[in-house]
């Protein structure tokens, strides 16, 4: 079973996202929403409607919807004007293919055959197949996946000018910077069940500290002389202590004094750092202290 | 109009083809080049000029220019170890001993031989002064209608209908389910019906190319016509694509892979390719296997075109091949929908 137990409610004109590793389950769930896949049992409303109710409802609940899919590949021997024109013959009011270029900034690419684009040209080309309905609700499924951060960037843009026209998103990523930027809220996925489901904001509160510290010890897993799991979590101003493969992680609450603290601590052991690192708690955090597992485990 | 799905569909499936070089020759030039090879090496010859010899000797010149007078023969005079040469390597039909009893030296197993030696004992009989008894009069016919080349075309026709029909359709469907664009469509509320028509629509409009590159090349190149109306074979040509177009579909309708579609393809097009008279009389075929030879689409198909083409039939008359062709479309285009993979 890939998804299990799964009860989310996304409102209308925010931005919801779908946070885990690959394979917690993410697409089976958009799939379902996006009335692709049948649950096994459980019940989906979509803007007020239901994909159970036969085709006609189906279809007129299909016209409010723009969805981009996580593998879809256009026909590469087709122009950028004739995908999106043969996409928007299949809905009642869609935009112009004017209109819906300028949304993604593709017009200088109309003429070019999709095998040309580039992956982020690609990718905003689907997702202006998904824009073409002027959807009410817009599904995104691992968006950015594989582009580089200036393709990422702009497709983020393109999210948010959709978000300012008054849409609603719902989207899956396992990029957390991503989640944050762009998402209201985000669920946090792992082995097809809700594990977290919060603002960005309140899920990182939730460590009880916003930051960590990071460090390693010169030998390697050092294990022997690094300080007991009890001894870290003792120090001033640590709220949790992660040990992992290579590095022990500490949310902190004051960087200024747990980071003195460890270095005294480790001077008396006469351990030597090879990586001392602090940054902003982030989702990923957030995941790693759920699960003892990184986000991106490539 | 023109933002008709269906419309943008069948558009984007015929720009997805003429896009594709490779396409273009294996639907028009293939059936093309192929009617070329086969008609230039297959075309009747007739037995011509045979060529016999007679030996050096005494009266030698007398009897080679008797044989020279008469019909399909050309006479030389040759020394005994040239004939024999000749004779051995197949160069000569016949060799003419003269003298007292004439010898016709040749092997009897070739065919030209003993053509060359009833020909040539004629004219030397009949220069002897034998009379025949009985009055004949004789009518030639080298029509077209009858060479290989007729029966080749038509066969190639239906052929080529199969080809492009399986492939085109198969091929096309396979391919977006492997891209995931098949599911795509289906998050959009295009109606399935249009995307199973776009590709018969298309594949109509690719018909009227294909039929006429290759009917046109056939009488542009060997004189091969139509006897029948162009009307019944446009009708034939439409039913036996939209036949091949459903049993595509039905190909195609659960495959995952092109691998798999395309063996799924040979499976099906191979015994039609062997049994069903495109290249040769399916009348070689066992009795037995006569009634399995004839049910199959491209067999009757191919008598179809043939009846039209070669004898003038009316589609009135081919009521039994026609129906044939029909149901196996209706029937595959029919469970193809009902266990076509969507996604």
Redesign the interface.
């Known amino acids: 079973m890939a998804v299990a137990g799964l009860d989310l409610t996304v409102e209308a004109r925010e931005c919801f996202g779908l946070l885990g590793p690959n394979g917690a389950g993410k697409t089976t769930t958009i799939e379902i929403l996006?009335?692709?896949t049948a649950p096994d049992s459980g019940e989906v409303e979509v803007l007020g409607m239901r994909w159970t109710r036969g085709t006609g409802e189906s279809?007129?609940l299909?016209?409010r919807?723009g969805?981009q899919?996580q593998?879809?590949?256009?026909?590469d021997?087709?122009t950028v004007e004739?995908t999106v024109?043969?996409?928007?013959?299949?809905?009642?009011s869609a935009h112009s293919v004017e209109e819906v270029l300028a949304l993604v900034e593709l017009e200088e690419k109309r003429t070019s055959w999709v095998g040309k684009l580039s992956g982020g040209q690609k990718q905003r080309l689907a997702v202006a197949?998904a824009l073409v309905?002027r959807p009410e609700l817009l599904f995104l499924d691992e968006p950015t996946t594989g582009l580089d951060p200036q393709s990422r960037r702009q497709l983020w843009e393109v999210i948010g000018r959709f978000r300012a026209a008054g849409g609603t998103v719902l989207l899956t990523t396992h990029y957390m910077e991503e989640a944050e930027r762009l998402c209201d809220r985000v669920a946090i996925m792992d082995h097809g069940r809700i594990i977290a489901l919060g603002s960005p904001r309140s899920l990182i509160a939730s460590l009880g500290a916003e930051h960590v510290v990071e460090f390693a010890l010169a030998d390697g897993s050092g294990r022997p002389v690094a300080p007991a799991t009890e001894e870290l979590a003792a120090l001033p101003g640590v709220r949790a202590v992660r040990p992992a493969v290579d590095r022990i992680a500490l949310t902190v609450e004051e960087v200024h004094r747990a980071v003195p603290a460890l270095l005294a601590l480790l001077e008396r052991r006469g351990a030597e750092l090879s990586l001392l690192a602090t940054h902003h708690a982030t989702l990923e955090d957030v995941f790693v202290s759920l699960t003892g597992r990184q986000l991106r485990d490539e | 109009m023109s933002?008709?799905?269906l419309?943008?569909?069948s558009?984007?499936r015929m720009?997805?083809f003429y896009?594709?070089p490779e396409a273009i020759f294996w639907v028009f030039g293939f059936p093309i080049v192929l009617a070329f090879a086969l008609g230039i090496a297959f075309r009747n010859r007739g037995p011509g000029e045979l060529r016999v010899a007679v030996q050096q000797g005494s009266g030698d010149s007398a009897v080679a220019a008797t044989l020279a007078r008469a019909p399909g023969l050309s006479a030389v005079v040759l020394d005994s170890s040239q004939a024999r040469l000749q004779l051995r390597t197949g160069r000569l039909a016949l060799l003419v001993v003269p003298g007292e009893t004439v010898v016709y030296r040749f092997d009897s197993t070739r065919t030209e031989s003993r053509l060359a030696r009833l020909e040539a004992d004629e004219a030397l009989q009949r220069s002897r002064g034998r009379v025949d008894p009985a009055r004949v009069t004789e009518e030639r016919v080298t029509e077209p209608g009858s060479r290989y080349i007729d029966f080749l075309i038509p066969g190639l026709l239906g052929m080529n209908l199969m080809g492009s029909g399986l492939w085109g359709v198969g091929f096309s469907v396979v391919q977006a389910r492997t891209?995931?664009?098949l599911?795509?469509?289906?998050?959009?509320?295009?109606r399935r019906s249009d995307y199973l028509l776009s590709f018969v629509l298309s594949r109509l409009v690719f018909l009227f190319v294909e039929v006429a590159a290759l009917v046109g090349f056939g009488w542009w190149m060997f004189h091969v016509g139509v006897r029948g109306s162009l009307g019944a074979v446009a009708g034939i040509t439409v039913l036996g694509s939209l036949s091949f177009a459903g049993l595509g579909m039905l190909v195609a309708s659960r495959a995952r892979t092109i691998e798999a579609v395309s063996g799924l393809m040979n499976l099906v097009m191979l015994p039609m390719w062997i049994l069903s008279g495109t290249f040769f009389s399916y009348a070689r075929f066992p009795d037995a296997m006569q009634p399995f030879v004839k049910a199959l689409p491209l067999t009757a198909l191919n008598d179809a075109l043939r009846a039209v083409m070669i004898d003038g039939s009316s589609l009135a008359r081919l009521g039994a091949p026609l129906g044939i062709v029909a149901a196996w479309g209706l029937v595959s285009f029919v469970v193809a929908l009902r266990i076509f993979r969507w996604?």
């Open positions: 996006e009335g692709l279809r007129a299909r016209e919807l969805i899919l593998d879809t590949q256009l026909a021997k087709l004739e024109r043969l996409f928007r013959s299949f809905y009642r197949c309905s | 933002d008709h799905p419309v943008q569909l558009l984007a720009r997805e896009r594709e891209k995931k664009l599911k795509r469509f289906m998050a959009t509320p295009m996604r």
